[in-house]
């Protein structure tokens, strides 16, 4: 073989490696930048749940704070109605939650309140259930803020 036509395929054979690597590098950035796009879609939507949900906890223990009416009477009706409401704002946030262990907790808060809100609204413990149940909500929603992991003993409610 004569040595221009050697170097021709040299030279063929460099820009076919140099047209791969490069290609695959392309398709490897793009496919990270994807992955960090929906990740930093994730933890802004965390981020924006948890701040709901800690609000939700300070009205639900507002509303409960002025005490529960009697479920005959109108005033009971009318004070179920807006802790309804607000359950339904807390599940809501609950469905905004990648992590599992988060939104089982959300939800569980939820079910609970809604199942037995004279019960939890009792002074049977040392404070009410409500009051436990929303002060371990926002330190689970505080570790979704601070990106830190699931606290341990949280499901001790």
């Known amino acids: 073989m004569q040595a221009e036509t050697l170097a021709g395929l040299f030279g063929l054979g460099g820009a076919v490696v140099g ?3 490069s290609t695959g590098a392309v398709i490897w950035q793009q496919r990270k930048t994807s992955r960090d796009a929906e990740r930093t879609h994730l933890l802004g939507l965390s981020e924006a749940a948890a701040n709901g949900v ?3 906890t300070y009205s ?3 509303h409960f704070a002025g ?3 009697c479920s005959g009477t109108q005033e009971g009706s009318q004070w179920r109605g807006e802790l309804m409401m607000l359950l339904r704002d807390l599940e809501a946030e609950a469905l905004r939650f990648p992590d599992l262990k988060t939104r ?3 939800q569980w808060s ?3 309140m809604l199942r037995d809100p004279e019960g939890v ?3 049977d413990w040392p404070t009410a259930r409500y009051r436990v149940i929303c002060t371990q909500l926002r330190t689970v929603m505080g570790t979704v803020i601070r990106r830190e992991p699931f ?3 949280i499901w001790g409610v």
Request: hydrophobic fraction near 50%; glycine fraction near 8%; aromatic fraction near 0%.
């Open 67 to 69: 005490g529960v009416p």
């Open 104 to 106: 089982r907790l959300v």
């Open 60 to 62: 639900i223990e507002d």
């Open 151 to 153: 606290p341990d003993g």
């Open 110 to 112: 939820h079910a609970e």
């Open 121 to 123: 609204a009792a002074e």
């Open 54 to 56: 800690i609000q939700i």
């Open 19 to 21: 047209a791969a690597v």
